[in-house]
């Protein structure tokens, strides 16, 4: 149940850094920031409880949606802009690619259940 908890809010994160990542404030890109430090803590956060290996489902979670927002629209938009917003986005589930396969090398140290 744990990992699927993981992999869902893994999946919400992704979308919601999606749907801000665009948004800017005072000429700062304050929607990417969020979005991508958001992503980026919860994976952290993850890694350093009982159970690190429920990391690499919410990164598996976070980079699935994002591989299926990338694949683009039935008419031929996307959603992510080939922009340097877009390409952070991007850069950020690389990270958490990279921070996923580390996950599942951690040991545990809470309780194995």
């Known amino acids: 149940m744990r990992h699927l908890g993981a992999l869902l809010l893994g999946a919400v994160v992704a979308l919601s850094a999606v749907v801000v990542h665009r948004v800017d404030a005072l000429g700062l890109p ?3 920031l969020l979005g991508g430090l958001a992503s980026l ?3 952290w956060h993850l890694r350093r409880g009982a159970t690190p290996r429920t990391a690499a489902s919410y990164c598996l979670g ?5 591989g299926v927002l990338l ?4 008419e ?4 992510l802009a ?7 986005l ?7 690619v990279g921070f996923g396969v580390a996950a599942l ?4 140290t809470g309780p194995t259940t």
């Open 76 to 79: 031929g938009d996307f959603v």
């Open 71 to 74: 694949a683009g629209k039935p």
């Open 41 to 43: 803590y919860t994976a």
């Open 30 to 32: 304050v929607g990417l």
């Open 90 to 96: 991007m850069g950020v589930g690389f990270l958490l």
């Open 82 to 88: 080939s922009d340097a917003s877009g390409y952070a």
């Open 62 to 66: 976070w980079v699935a949606v994002l």
């Open 105 to 108: 090398l951690a040991r545990s």
